[in-house]
C-alpha cells in the first residue's frame, strides 16, 4: 500500500508468487516492487515498512547508493 505523508491511500498492490522458496526472499521482492512503484509515481522519498527487519537492513546497506539515485538522490 502506498500512503502520502498524510497516510491517504494513494496505490496498492498485490502479487502472486508462485516460486517464493522463503519469507525473506519474498519480503525482498515486495520491498524491490515498493521502491520501483514508488519511482514510476515520481516519488521523491520512499520509506518502506516491513516485518522482515534483516531483509530492511540488507537492502539499506547494499543498495543505498542506487536507491538514493534512482528516487532523485534524496
Known amino acids: 500500500i502506498a500512503r502520502n505523508d498524510r ?3 494513494l496505490a496498492s498492490q498485490a ?5 517464493i522458496a522463503s519469507p525473506f ?3 525482498a521482492c515486495a ?9 514510476q509515481m515520481g516519488a521523491r522519498k520512499v520509506e518502506i ?4 527487519l534483516w531483509i530492511l537492513r540488507t537492502l539499506a546497506d ?3 547508493g542506487s ?8
Open 31 to 39: 520491498c524491490t516492487r515498493a521502491v520501483r512503484l514508488g519511482i
Open 67 to 74: 536507491l538514493t539515485e534512482g528516487l532523485g538522490g534524496t
Open 62 to 64: 547494499k543498495e543505498r
Open 49 to 52: 515498512e516491513g516485518d522482515a
Open 15 to 19: 502479487t502472486l508468487e508462485e516460486a
Open 25 to 27: 526472499f519474498a519480503e
Open 7 to 9: 497516510g491517504e491511500v
